[in-house]
């Protein structure tokens, strides 16, 4: 059953929009009330059900945990899956050596910039407090970490809430394939916040929804890092999405030619079984504090609960015992060459990304081939629908008035999706492409010409 809004309470994102109700999931499908079977290409829709869907060892680990202890505060106690998991993920990632936790991506960004300003204020420049990060972006729907996007469209109409932080362009292929003109803005925006009063660089390592399965070229990094070093700021990596697993290695940091100092997870970390995130630091951070105000005290009712670290620990375990990084690192470059060899014939797509199971498609004006589709083609709703409506779920984002970047798809299948599934979502995606490219071509002035 769809529920439309004449028959529900809910505060609905899209209040236009009627929704499919789905109350039951097994591995990579969605069963809806109306008996519509869907095949989840994008884990739940949010890159959170890494796992698939139905886990018993997972669920049963809640129910263990729920029967024992349900929750106590963080204030006052601590708890042994807490304590273990921070202990599990130092040990997957040595150059951190804490964990804060929290219940969502936001908080654990809010999280990392509150830990970043902390850490100048203890040792004694509390002049730092700008953020550098990047234009084409996201780290969260809270006030805070909306201002980390350089994005007007998500910002529109929360302007007067945005902190003044500086943005720098994207080194995408279509602007900057080397990295040299970011790091050029780089300097210029230091120069103009005054590189004293920068307290961080804030970025995803590898791009989700903002611009799936892109990172930088390594000259960028090896540049950000040089001025790290000149000018003391700290390095935050977003990697609520493609932390633990998603790009084939348990931290898509692993592959860049840097250390960030402060990195955030989330999605993975509760796999869609509970809220669950984290933010881990190097030891100079966190020694700052500890030998400094001896305070990080703000945080949120659930950081650090036993259920929810119960959960991320089996999550951990069950990656871990199945292979599963491994098996995303094996399977995602074929995956890639099927998605790519399966649009190849659609003028509309401009280009495929994709590092392990998280993969992109940019759309183009199929009438040049190269220009950003203005808005008004709707196309990024129109894949969403239209998949749906053929059973299939994948989430695409819509150029933003920066125009970064044009419309695009993210498909980000469960780590357990077997090679049958996974050529299913590619085959039944190239389908819905090229269905609307056709709507796209006839909507179009002299949609037809090349
Ligand atoms: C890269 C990235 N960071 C942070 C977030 C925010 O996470 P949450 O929605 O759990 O607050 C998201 C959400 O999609 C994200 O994609």
Redesign the pocket.
Known sequence: MTIDQASTSVFPKHPGLGYPSVDRARGVRLYTTDGRTILDACSGG???AGLGHGVGDIVDAAAASVGGILYYYAHHFTNQPQEKLAERLTGLAPEMTRVRFQ???????ETALRLARQYHVDRGESGRWLVISAAQ??????MA?LALSGRAGLQAPFGPYMAGHLHIPPCTERFDPTGEAALDALDEALERAGPENVAAFFC?TV????LPGYSPPDRFWEGLAERRERHGFLICL?????GLGRTGRWFAYEDLPITPDIV?L??TLGAGYT?L?ATMCRAPVYDALAGGSQEFDLGHTWDGAPLSCAVGLAVIDYIDRRGLVERVAGRGPALRDELESAVSGCEMVGRVRGRGFLLGVEYVDPRDGTSILPSSAGLADMVDSHALDSGLLVRSTPADSNRWAGDQTLLAPAFTSTDEELSEMIERFAQVVGEVERIVKDRLPNGAAK
């Open positions: 949010a890159m959170a219940s969502g991506g936001a908080e654990a960004n972006s996201y780290h969260g729907a809270t970490t995803e791009s989700a929804l903002s977003d990697e609520v999405v493609v955030t989330g999605k809220p995130s």
